[in-house]
């Protein structure tokens, strides 16, 4: 058989290949060449032969078949066939497959070899690919090599016994002697290697941390190779730009951070040390610039004293003027970590931050941004409210979104003002209004809402932002409904804050109109302009006919919403007008919304707008009806009549009676209406207990009847129990007293029970007692559910409880069959 050909030729000629299928070709016949050389058990050329093969494997081609002629070449006395065997092995041969077990034994004997090459060969085939049975064989023979005098076996076997770890941590203590006199070596291989071991035993068991700090006494150790590093003249063995060895000075920086965790007597005596590295190192070159980045890190982790950490923030606000822009990156980054525990430390390179704003690098001006955000406080507020706006119209609109929320965030914390506060959000909604964030808007209105005396102020403001444009629809939206609701202050030109305009009320109702016909405007800033036309009916006097065309007109509109509303406010003109002014009077101050609590300003700039008909702010105690029918909506089916809320107490029993009255005449279901007819809407009869003579006489016996209670949820530590009575005035209605007591250790706050029963039935909520439930059963909220049930069918009753426990929300349904039948027949 023909001398294969060389390496080298079969790379030259893979190299003239011109297309792949050539290449391939090519690669293919040799492979054949090569199997037949195996099948016939050539010596002479087999490690050519897995030389050539291992190229091919380099090149992405199969190559599994010369596993087997790796492990005969490892068992061959021929150094340069073991180099090309374990070579082999560690590219073809791991731990999954069976065949790497049979070089076990392979290994131990060149481990044992009286040439250091072929045990140094042997070390590093088992560092790279050993596995766990392996590593427990062999980690004898790696543990003597360990303390052997030879350097070059040493820094092997330290690298070796960090895999033998990694494999099996419960080998570590095998080791722990030899580590004892591996850093008075003058070997700096043999240094780095061990700084290497040691760090991985720290990091591994913190029962290894404990010794090294407490009985090796490790850390002088460690200051002591690293403040001769430092000190050292040049050495053209170690140096690198200037730098001796700043490899292994980043590896002792590494380790001294482990080490000097939560620990102040290591991190006392490393103090001295970290200092003279920070102020010693030269920063011309980027190997500096990576040991000065190590030793800040290494400052920040441990606890080191205050005018370190200072100097290891002014490295980092040195970083920022550097001309890389990865050092850049890498200080806003640490910057952005440390930011709260050396607040005052970071605000010193504060205009250095803001200038990295400016940046042509997203990552850098992402990162900054972040920084700035945390920087802002109240006495820098309107400073880095001022270049944080700038940025906002500058900027990609990828960061518009996050910039804005953080402006939105800062400037509710920090406002220095209300007028400030306003002006600032104003600014936002008009740079970046379509990339806010969903409760933008009725946050603003409730800001506004609150702010009485800036009223005149804003809806001059918002008056003047709008005129022409209509692109940034959160602002049409807050414009529309400021117009609404202040639109009389505008056309009076009652603004004292700055120079007032002249606004008749037809121009007011042009722009409102123009929001109305917008190809811009979405169904929601149409509810918006609708709802404000609506409500100017009773703020200006000489354009009410004009509102009403405006109103009928909507009222056959293709959009179901304001079809709805239109239909509503032209029964409000035609049969309540008596009412109109009540209703749509000026919404009081706002409560500040909460999650599980009652809200009339749903959040999305997409899909809902403030309730149109609300005449008073949400009671603290009974469920909002919007809210009610949301439930009815999630707890699923048709046969589920709506909560129908309770009065307030302030009002009178005929104002109550004529609202629902109102309300039986537009259909309750949000199915459109396409005229206001309401012959043709079905009525909805209302029993009487629930408004009619509420003032007159009692609901319900003061006597319980001796119904049984039921506990109709338990779960969590929460349970609820129904006591029953029966009422004197109507037989039909059952009064359900819930009182809901809490086992677990922690309060349960905001809580909120909600009901609903299906359509025979008519169910009403009062006002709950409370909305924390006491911990370990100290106490119980109550709250009365009273139910008509006309037909005496059996009640069956669906539930949801929402709460907060232990920092999380809770929230559970669940379906109450078990009702005695003296509380329903």
Aim: charged fraction near 20%; proline fraction near 5%; glycine fraction near 4%.
């Amino acid at each position: 058989m023909p001398a294969p050909i060389r390496l080298r030729e079969l790379i030259r000629t893979i190299r003239t290949a011109r297309t792949q299928a050539e290449e391939r070709e090519m690669i293919q016949k040799e492979c054949a060449a090569i199997r037949s050389s195996f099948r016939e058990e050539d010596n002479t050329y087999r490690c050519r032969n897995v030389a050539k093969l291992l190229y091919m494997h380099m090149l992405g081609y199969p190559a599994h078949f010369g596993q087997l002629e790796c492990l005969k070449l490892i068992a061959s006395q021929k150094f340069t066939d073991k180099r090309i065997g374990y070579l082999g092995a560690m590219l073809l041969l791991d731990e999954r497959q069976d065949v790497h077990l049979l070089m076990t034994n392979c290994i131990k004997n060149d481990l044992n070899h009286s040439t250091q090459y072929v045990q140094g060969l042997a070390l590093c085939t088992l560092g790279c690919m050993g596995s766990s049975e392996m590593c427990r064989d062999l980690a004898g023979e790696v543990e003597k090599l360990l303390k052997t005098s030879n350097s070059y076996l040493r820094k092997k076997a330290a690298l070796c016994a960090v895999h033998v770890i990694r494999k099996v941590p419960e080998l570590m203590e095998m080791f722990l002697p030899a580590t004892k006199n591996l850093l008075n070596e003058k070997n700096h291989g043999v240094l780095h290697t061990s700084v290497v071991l040691l760090t991985e035993m720290c990091e591994r068991s913190p029962d290894m941390l404990a010794h090294f700090r407490k009985n090796e006494k490790l850390v002088p150790q460690l200051v002591r190779i690293l403040k001769n590093l430092i000190m050292s003249g040049y050495s053209p063995e170690h140096d690198v730009s200037g730098i001796s060895d700043p490899f292994l000075q980043v590896r002792i920086l590494r380790l001294l951070r482990i080490l000097g965790r939560n620990d102040d007597d290591s991190s006392e005596a490393m103090n001295d040390i970290l200092a003279q590295v920070a102020t010693n190192t030269e920063t011309s070159k980027n190997v500096g610039n990576a040991i000065l980045y190590e030793t800040v890190l290494t400052i920040m982790d441990i606890k080191s004293e205050s005018g370190l950490r200072v100097l290891a923030i002014n490295i980092l606000g040195r970083f920022l003027l550097n001309n890389d822009k990865n050092i850049r990156y890498v200080a806003l980054t640490s910057l952005l970590k440390t930011v709260q525990t050396d607040h005052n430390a970071v605000q010193r390179h504060r205009s250095t931050i803001v200038d990295c704003l400016k940046d042509l690098d997203v990552s850098i001006k992402r990162r900054a941004m972040e920084l700035s955000f945390a920087l802002v406080n109240g006495n820098n507020i309107r400073g880095m409210m001022k270049e944080l706006l700038y940025f906002l119209d500058s900027c990609e609109p990828e960061f518009k979104a996050d910039c804005a929320s953080g402006i939105f965030l800062a400037a509710e914390k920090y406002a220095p003002s209300k007028r400030w506060h306003i002006d600032t959000i104003m600014r936002v909604l008009t740079t970046a209004g379509s990339y806010v964030r969903d409760d933008a808007v009725p946050n603003l209105i409730q800001l506004i809402t609150n702010s009485v005396e800036m009223h005149a102020y804003t809806v001059q403001r918002l008056y003047k932002a709008i005129l022409g444009d209509y692109s940034q629809q959160p602002l049409v939206q807050v414009a529309a409904w400021c117009i609404g609701e202040y639109g009389d202050l505008l056309v009076s030109g009652q603004c004292e804050e700055e120079e007032p305009i002249q606004v008749t009320e037809d121009e007011v109702l042009d722009i409102l109109e123009s929001v109305l016909i917008s190809n811009m405007s979405t169904s929601v800033t149409r509810g918006y302009a609708l709802t404000a036309i609506m409500k100017l009916s009773t703020r200006f006097t000489c354009t009410v006919n004009r509102i009403k065309k405006v109103v009928s007109i909507y009222g056959s509109s293709i959009d179901v919403e304001l079809q709805q509303r239109a239909v509503e406010y032209n029964a409000l003109f035609k049969k309540y007008d008596h009412m109109r002014s009540a209703l749509l009077e000026r919404m009081p101050v706002m409560e500040k919304v909460t999650t599980n609590g009652p809200t009339e300003i749903v959040q999305t700039n997409g899909e809902t707008e403030p309730a149109p008909l609300e005449t008073k702010p949400p009671p603290s105690g009974p469920q909002p009806t919007s809210q009610a029918n949301d439930l009815l909506d999630l707890l699923g089916g048709n046969d589920i009549t709506p909560v129908i809320p309770t009065a307030p107490t302030s009002k009178p029993a005929s104002a109550g009676g004529e609202l629902l009255d109102l309300l039986g005449d537009i259909n309750l279901t949000g199915a459109p209406a396409a005229a206001p007819a309401p012959a043709s809407v079905p009525q909805i009869s209302q029993p009487p207990f629930l408004l009619d003579g509420l003032s007159s006489q009692p609901l319900f016996n003061d006597i319980a009847t001796g119904i049984p209670s039921i506990t109709a949820y338990s779960k969590n530590g929460l349970k609820i129990e129904f006591t029953f009575e029966r009422s004197n005035t109507n037989p039909s209605v059952t009064v359900i007293t819930i009182q809901a007591s809490n086992s677990t250790e922690l309060d349960m706050t905001d809580f909120v029970f909600q009901a609903a029963v299906p359509k025979t039935f008519q169910l009403q909520l009062l006002s709950p007692s409370s909305s924390i439930v006491p911990a370990f059963n100290t106490g119980t909220i109550t709250q009365v559910i009273k139910v008509l049930n006309p037909q005496k069918q059996q009640l069956r009753m669906r539930i949801k409880l929402t709460y907060n426990h232990k920092g999380s929300a809770m929230q559970d349904l669940a379906e109450v069959n078990n009702f005695p039948p003296q509380s329903w027949q």
